[in-house]
């Protein structure tokens, strides 16, 4: 039996009877539509081991997918705005306060300031550049006999201990811990050195500014407090006719011209500029040596502990899975707090905490970031 309704208005829809059973008959759109969102719907709950962070990564996909486009598009307007940003206060330090350090100090603090000065500059400067251009190591994308713990389910290759993927960048990284927007660029194996140094370093001169132009900004701020107050007060108004005939104004006060009238100000536009660009060094100095000093203090920590900002919650998943087994999860890539530094930093002697970590160096981290030494194997301390 079949029914089919005729007309020009239902002609896409009819209503068939087949083996038992009544069905719809939509437009190939509808049901493609259709099946897909219940396709989309069921992959909530595909197996047994989904779970509430499965679910909410599924649903906030597009949120991720819209932030990471956004940061990879915002990249090169975040590193002009450091290379803007630190320009300025280095033109400030320049035109402002090194005329008042060769003026006012005496020689030996001179010499202090320029040395110390520049060679900050120096190293803040050739770090950035280095974690901005160096890439943070890939993994072979062809058949390699490089050994695997994990497969990469986007980039469809193997993945290397510690490896993992970033979804602004769409590939996998080598001993990836985060994307930087300010560096528009990842920090992996091969480029974590020089993006610590440069928070190390832009912190220390950021201090160094805030500490020595403490002085020069509470003088700066009263002296801005006094233009405004000179501003906001009204002009004299000269005292004519009947002052002239009881003497209260001398007769030099004809026309206008008394001695009376408020005399014109004693501060130029050059004096503003340049008390408000001290105020301008001094709060944007302070601000960043706050917060990028947090930064800095984290990655420090982590370091202490080899680890990076990934395996920092990777760890504490996995310690928390095995403290219900009564079991003590060991981190296998520290080595001590003392060793993670000299591998960290690169230092193999005693002479390379000079040549490699307190001048420009652009030697190569331990290892190709593809294998790494397990804790078992590192209980001794590493010679230097």
Same mark, same amino acid.
Request: aromatic fraction near 12%.
């Given at each position: 039996m079949?029914?089919?309704?005729?007309?020009p208005?239902?002609?896409?829809?009819?209503v *068939? *009877?087949g083996?038992?059973?009544?069905?719809?008959? %939509?437009?190939?759109?509808?049901?493609?539509?259709?099946? $897909?969102?219940?396709? #989309?719907?069921r992959?909530?709950?595909?197996?047994?081991?989904?779970?509430?962070?499965?679910?909410?990564?599924? #649903?906030?996909?597009?949120?991720?997918?819209?932030?990471?486009?956004?940061?990879?598009?915002?990249?090169?307007?975040?590193?002009?705005?450091?290379?803007?940003?630190?320009?300025?206060?280095?033109?400030?330090?320049? =035109?402002?306060?090194?005329?008042? %350090?060769? +003026?006012?100090?005496?020689?030996?603090?001179?010499?202090?300031? #320029?040395?110390?000065?520049?060679?900050?500059? #120096?190293?803040?400067?050739?770090? $950035?550049y280095?974690?901005?251009?160096?890439?943070?190591?890939?993994?072979?994308?062809k058949?390699?006999?490089?050994?695997?713990?994990?497969?990469?389910?986007? *980039?469809?290759?193997?993945?290397?201990?510690?490896? +993992?993927?970033?979804?602004?960048?769409n590939?996998?990284?080598?001993? =990836?811990?985060?994307?930087?927007?300010?560096?528009?660029?990842?920090?992996?194996?091969?480029?974590h050195?020089?993006?610590?140094?440069?928070?190390?370093?832009?912190?220390?001169?950021?201090?160094?500014?805030?500490?020595?132009?403490?002085n020069?900004?509470?003088?700066?701020?009263?002296?801005?407090?006094?233009?405004k107050?000179?501003?906001?007060?009204?002009?004299?108004?000269p005292?004519?006719?009947?002052?002239?005939l009881?003497?209260?104004?001398?007769?030099?006060?004809?026309?206008?011209q008394?001695?009376?009238?408020?005399?014109p100000?004693?501060?130029?536009?050059?004096?503003k500029? /340049?008390?408000?660009?001290i105020? $301008? =060094?001094?709060?944007?100095?302070?601000?960043?040596?706050?917060?990028?000093?947090?930064?800095?203090?984290?990655?420090? =920590?982590?370091?202490?502990?080899?680890?990076?900002?990934?395996?920092?919650?990777?760890?504490?998943?996995?310690?928390?899975?095995?403290?219900?087994?009564n079991?003590?999860?060991?981190?296998?890539?520290?080595?001590?707090?003392f060793?993670?530094?000299?591998?960290?930093?690169?230092?193999?002697?005693?002479?390379?905490?000079?040549?490699?970590? /307190?001048l420009?160096?652009?030697?190569?981290?331990?290892?190709?970031?593809?294998?790494?030494d397990?804790?078992? +194997?590192?209980?001794?301390p590493?010679?230097?």
């Open positions: 079949r029914v089919c309704p005729g007309g208005v239902v002609r896409c829809v009819r *068939c *009877c083996r038992g059973r009544w069905r719809v008959c %939509v437009p190939k759109c509808v049901r493609s539509t259709w099946a $897909y969102t219940h396709l #989309l719907a992959s909530l709950c595909y197996n047994t081991l989904t779970n509430w962070d499965t679910v909410n990564d599924t #649903l906030f996909e597009p949120v991720f997918w819209t932030a990471d486009r956004l940061t990879r598009l915002f990249g090169q307007v975040f590193v002009c705005l450091v290379v803007v940003l630190t320009s300025s206060i280095v033109l400030i330090a320049y =035109m402002v306060l090194l005329p008042l %350090v060769l +003026h006012t100090y005496a020689p030996w603090w001179i010499v202090w300031h #320029l040395c110390y000065g520049h060679w900050n500059l #120096l190293m803040i400067a050739f770090h $950035y280095k974690a901005t251009r160096t890439p943070p190591g890939h993994p072979p994308t058949k390699s006999e490089v050994p695997f713990v994990s497969f990469c389910k986007k *980039c469809v290759t193997p993945k290397p201990a510690r490896t +993992h993927h970033c979804g602004i960048c590939t996998c990284i080598l001993k =990836m811990d985060h994307h930087c927007p300010w560096l528009n660029n990842c920090v992996g194996h091969f480029n050195r020089y993006f610590f140094s440069f928070c190390v370093f832009l912190t220390l001169g950021c201090v160094y500014c805030s500490i020595s132009g403490r020069l900004f509470i003088d700066a701020y009263n002296a801005i407090e006094r233009f107050a000179l501003e906001a007060e009204p002009a004299g108004v005292v004519k006719g009947v002052g002239l009881i003497g209260i104004v001398p007769p030099e006060a004809v026309n206008g008394s001695s009376f009238q408020t005399p100000p004693t501060f130029t536009l050059k004096d500029l /340049l008390n408000k660009s105020i $301008y =060094m001094w709060v944007l100095t302070s601000t960043v040596a706050v917060a990028l000093g947090g930064l800095t203090l984290w990655h420090a =920590m982590l370091i202490s502990r080899g680890e990076t900002s990934i395996e920092r919650h990777l760890n504490k998943k996995e310690r928390t899975r095995l403290a219900k087994r079991r003590v999860y060991r981190n296998p890539f520290h080595y001590g707090c060793n993670n530094w000299k591998l960290f930093l690169g230092v193999e002697k005693r002479s390379h905490w000079i040549t490699r970590v /307190l420009p160096s652009g030697h190569a981290p331990n290892g190709d970031g593809f294998t790494w397990f804790y078992p +194997h590192r209980k001794e590493l010679p230097v």
